[in-house]
């Protein structure tokens, strides 16, 4: 079966930091790319980060450069979203998102083979 479980989420204050993970199990990050969407209140899904796994590029919103990492431990088989300098504006819904490596960069939540629950991100100003 697979799954995708993210973790790390809650409430921080404003310029604050939180790691995310996303522990995958029934595939491997061999063969896929797990990338990172947030879904604010009254707003449509968007992508965050993306990275591929065969070769480590990564992309990264304009929203969030400079500030947010996503990094893989192909070992544990599990993708982090390192956050710093957050904002109000990062409050949403976090997931993480699998896709096959070929694609790793494809910005269409449709196209998406596996999706986490979602975990909550708050910021207080």
Known sequence: EVRLVESGGGLVQAGGSLRLSCAASGFT?????????????????????????????????????????????????????????????????YYCAAISDSYWYTRSIDEYEYWGQGTQVTVSS
């Open 29 to 93: 990050l061999d063969d896929y790319a797990i990338n990172w969407f947030r879904q604010a209140p009254g707003k449509e899904r968007e992508g965050v980060a993306w990275l591929s796994s065969s070769d480590g590029n990564t992309y990264y919103a304009d929203s969030v450069k400079g500030r947010f990492t996503i990094s893989s431990d192909n070992a544990k088989n599990t993708v982090y979203l390192q956050m710093n300098s957050l904002n109000v504006e990062d409050t949403a819904v």
